[in-house]
């Protein structure tokens, strides 16, 4: 019954979409208001439905119909309900349908905000927009249906994957939906200008911002993913290089890309091609990163999860990638450059210099994760590139980024004179210098962590400046510091909010060096009673001790009191979770966690039969809370930076802002 | 944009015909992409793996030894062998073979110092880089074993969940 009823409803869905690309070109190329209107309508109208087909998946998910094949796969009776939901987007079949629902949603956002300013784009957005949710519906209502039926119907089901049974878990995969399903908006409103030949500034407006909101669940979805990655996995670290990790950084750094070469085409009018070629390889590298981490293409090693959507996914990334070059190409004439750069010293020089550097690293990430198969298909041999190789060669690239990022801001539009430059960082070129040598002093010896630090303290102490700068200049006006400050924020916010990005990266960037220069870990067996040495602390292993949890979860948790000079500072409890009826254990770590760095233990061994002894391994990670607190740091940047204007804003008629440079 | 600075005493800031000043780009951006080439090539040198089954292992046996490989095959639960030497140093050992029904050519897998991994069980698949010995043994690199669980669960795992398990597990 439910099974029927939402398959037939994501027919409609489709039917619906299909009616709303028809009407909207039809109705844009007669000039007939009344089929666009209409076309408009029908594109809305998929959202209820999609909502509809996934109401039916959650009801039948819930409610443990076990006839229905998705079910079955991904939850089972004792699971409690809240995971039931969010089994919704625990499995292949059903996280596809939760893409076209959030594609629904954000196609419906367009439709709804700002119609009258961009009428002319509307058509050939619901046109753009109809054909990317035309194709997912028809992967998740034909191919990968989340409605196909169990020939017989178990008793139980299979249960989510022990991995997703996390809080972290259940936001960080919607936090990646969003940011790229989101980028499709941007994507869709470019191609629309060109498409109608409005090449004005409205949608480069409207691309920019959608971008940005994109952009901001796609950060979020990055970072949380690293801190579930460190909190539930168990090796130690946060980002691994694997391929479904590139797969979702790739089309963020496009997206950052063009965040910052699209304010050239904005003050400069030039990079306009150049930003038309960024939308569509976010959009494309979005479209290739669902599906990659769904295919098992790269990392599996033998090709035995063949998927069926494998052949359509290329097919439409191929139709999609034809049809934005075809309309590029067409517009050329509108797409030209209207200024030269005139110096390499001046602010959309540097912009010219980020984008280099940023597209360089997306390549470099593009080709080690495509790496196994570009090497097939020239040697004949599978090749395989490891993490240390991504960091040998991203680290100067990533290093010269963060120099720029502190230098870019001081420079001018047009040029910039070396000596007005010069003035400018001598004195956080001091501060870092000093700040380097403390830390030699204080026993930090290695190079690379030395110029890390120095880079990522230069480019901090730089960035403060400008806030420092802005915030003095206001003060000049009678303000006092704190209404200075947040003014200059309020007035500014694209700016401001940048820099908050900026500081956000670069404290996250500390801690990163820190952390991958200086980790370190022990591997130690102990009996009960016995202690360890782990760089100043000392750990007491008491005992284990094994009961059941929530579910069919079997925990084995050891016991472990953790000193620093003799003082106790507190336990540690790491277990080893087993989920009984899938016979997959878990490896849950535990940590004292502080500024200055985390001690973090994972039991990796205990048998039975000698009970009082256990092998532990102990990570020690300096700065390591630098990366989150960085990345919360990072997303209030965003938020400053995309928060809605206010149509007419009161605020100009009392004062010009006075920020110093040519912003 | 009031203060835009238009001195043009330092000679980095004097730029004069737009032609020039083009191919001062194109010699930059050319330097520049060289730069990237070599960061790249430098990088991969001598450290790229090789993907490889058990058979495929065997069919080359000699030309594969000594060489950093990843080698994936099915664990066969019985040969599991964990050994704890002392308190630092432990050993872990198993055999994978390219097909379960029919095992006939085995791989012995030793890895030191690793712990067992939760997913190390019989029928799960196991990826494993390192280098085989001139004994035929595969020495493990550290942190080297990888493993996917018997495929109760979806074969296909969902968005951020594909990749836990592939990354190296402790």
Known sequence: ?663 | MADVTWQNTDESAVLVKPRRNRLMFIVGGVALIAAVVYLVVNAMSGSTQLYKTVGEFYAEQSRLTGRDLRVAGWVIGDSIVYTQIDAHNSRLEFDIVDDLSNPTQTLHVVALNEPKPDLLQNQAQALVEGRADANGVFNANPGGLMLKCPTRYEEMAPEGTGHPESIAVP
């Open chain 1, 1 to 663: 019954m439910i099974a029927d009823f939402g398959r037939i409803t994501l027919y409609v869905a489709f039917t619906v979409a299909l009616y709303a690309i028809v009407a909207a070109y039809y109705g844009a190329r007669r000039g007939d208001d009344r089929w666009v209107r209409s076309a408009r309508n029908a594109i809305i109208a998929v959202c209820p439905l999609v909502a509809l087909a996934c109401a039916l998946i959650i009801t039948a998910l819930v409610t443990g119909d076990f006839s229905i094949a998705y079910v079955s796969q991904v939850s089972s009776l004792g699971m409690p309900t809240y995971l039931k939901v969010t089994a919704l987007w625990g499995g292949q079949a059903g996280s596809l349908l939760f893409w076209n629902l959030l594609l629904s949603l954000f196609t419906a956002a367009a439709m709804l905000t700002k119609w009258r300013q961009q009428k002319e784009l509307m058509p050939y957005v619901i046109v753009v927009l109809g054909m990317v949710q035309l194709f997912f519906l028809f992967i998740s209502g034909i191919v990968e249906s989340p409605f196909v039926r169990n020939l017989t119907i178990p008793a139980d089901g299979n249960g989510l994957n022990p991995l997703l049974r996390h809080p972290g878990m259940i936001i960080h995969p919607p936090m990646l939906y969003l940011g790229f399903v989101g980028m499709t908006i941007p994507y869709a409103f470019a191609m629309a200008a060109l498409m109608s030949g409005q090449m004005g500034d409205n949608w480069i407006k409207t691309t920019r911002r959608w971008t940005l909101v994109a952009w901001l669940f796609l950060s979020l979805g990055l970072i949380l993913g690293g801190r579930w990655a460190y909190d539930v996995l168990g090796w130690g670290g946060y980002w691994g290089w694997d391929p479904v990790e590139n797969a979702s950084l790739m089309p963020w750094l496009a997206g950052t890309a063009f965040l910052h070469s699209v304010m050239i085409q904005e003050k400069m009018r030039m990079f306009k091609m150049w930003n038309m070629f960024l939308v569509m390889l976010t959009f494309l590298l979005v479209i290739l990163g669902t599906f990659v981490v769904r295919s098992g293409v790269i990392s599996s090693v033998h090709a035995f999860a063949q998927s069926a959507i494998g052949p359509f996914f290329f097919g439409f990334i191929a139709f999609m990638f034809i049809f934005s070059l075809v309309w590029i190409t067409k517009r050329r004439e509108s797409l030209r450059t209207e200024n030269q750069l005139v110096s390499y010293l001046s602010r959309e020089a540097a912009f010219l210099y980020n984008n280099f550097l940023i597209i360089a690293i997306l390549a470099v990430v593009f080709l080690f994760t495509y790496y196994p198969l570009i090497s097939e298909l020239f040697t004949g041999e599978k090749g395989f590139v490891g993490p240390p190789v991504y960091e040998r060669a991203l680290a100067p690239l990533f290093a010269a980024l963060v120099l720029l990022m502190g230098v870019a801001p001081l420079t001018m539009w047009y040029r910039t004179s070396i000596q007005r430059l010069g003035r400018a960082v001598l004195w956080p070129a001091v501060a870092s210098t000093v700040l380097v040598v403390v830390l030699f002093i204080l026993g930090v010896h290695l190079w690379p962590a030395l110029l890390g630090f120095w880079l990522v303290s230069f480019s901090a102490a730089l960035t403060l400046w400008e806030f420092a700068k802005g915030t003095r200049a206001r003060m000049g006006k009678g303000e006092n510091v704190w209404t200075a400050f947040t003014t200059l924020m309020a007035r500014n916010r694209r700016r401001y909010g940048g820099y908050w990005i900026h500081m956000g990266v670069l404290i996250m960037a500390f801690g990163i060096v820190a952390d991958g220069l200086y980790q370190s870990e022990t591997q130690i067996r102990l009996t009960a009673g016995e202690s360890v040495q782990v760089g100043g602390f000392e750990m007491v292993f008491n005992s284990v001790s094994r009961f059941p949890g929530a579910d069919d979860l079997l925990i084995t948790q050891a016991d472990v009191d953790l000193y620093k000079n003799g003082e106790f500072l507190r336990k540690l409890t790491p277990e080893i979770e087993f989920y009984q009826r899938s016979g997959q254990p878990m490896t849950i770590p535990s940590a004292r966690s502080t500024i200055t760095e985390d001690f973090y233990v994972i039991l990796v061994n205990w048998e039975p039969t000698t009970a009082d002894a256990a092998t532990f391994r102990i990570f020690l990670n300096p700065l390591i809370n630098w990366i989150w607190a960085g990345g919360i740091v990072f997303i209030i940047g965003t938020l400053i930076a995309a928060w809605p204007d206010r149509e007419k804003a009161p605020a100009r008629a009392r004062k010009p802002a006075v920020v110093a440079a040519g912003d």
